[in-house]
C-alpha cells in the first residue's frame, strides 16, 4: 500500500486499486492510540466521496477484510469488552468500520505505523498543511 499527500487529496493506492479524500472532506487529523500502536486519525464530514472514489475491485477487498475481522467480536468480548465485541461483530463492510473507528476514536479512518515513513505527529502536521492549503479561499 502507498499513501500519496497531493495538493487537492489523500489517495490510498493498493494492489486492488485506490481510494482517495479530497481534503476539504477532512474535518479533523489528528493523533490517537490503541495498545501500544499510534496512529493518526482523519474524520470526514462525508464517507460519500471516500466510498464512491474506489475502484471496485479495492471496495469489494476492503468489504471482505472488514466482514473477516468480524469474526473476532466474540474474542473481544472474552478479552473484557462486550461492548466493542458486539460492536465488532456487526461489522458487515468498509462503512461500517468507519462508522466504529468514529464511535470508538473520534475519526473514520486510520493511519497505521506500516502506512507512514515518519512518526504519527509528524505525519498528522504535514496532512494538516494540506488541508489548510486546499482549503476554499
Keep these: 500500500m502507498t499513501l500519496r499527500l497531493l ?13 482517495s479524500v479530497p481534503w476539504t472532506d477532512v474535518e479533523a487529523i489528528g493523533v490517537t492510540r490503541e495498545a501500544r500502536a499510534t496512529l493518526v486519525g482523519l474524520r470526514l ?11 471496485p ?16 467480536g466474540p474474542a473481544v468480548t472474552a478479552l473484557g469488552d462486550p ?13 461500517d468500520a468507519m462508522a466504529l473507528c468514529r464511535a ?8 497505521g505505523w506500516h502506512e507512514r515513513d515518519r512518526s504519527a505527529e509528524e505525519l498528522a502536521a504535514l496532512m494538516e498543511t494540506y488541508r489548510v492549503a486546499a482549503e476554499p479561499r
Design 45 to 55: 464530514s462525508s464517507y460519500d466521496d471516500y466510498l464512491a472514489g474506489m475502484t
Design 57 to 72: 475491485e479495492l471496495r469489494e477487498w476492503l468489504d471482505r477484510v472488514n466482514r473477516a475481522g468480524s469474526r473476532f
Design 83 to 95: 461492548a466493542l465485541g458486539r460492536a465488532v461483530s456487526g461489522v458487515e463492510g468498509m462503512s
Design 104 to 111: 470508538r476514536y473520534g475519526y473514520d479512518l486510520m493511519v
Design 7 to 19: 495538493p487537492d487529496r489523500l489517495e490510498w493506492v493498493y494492489a486492488q486499486g485506490s481510494a
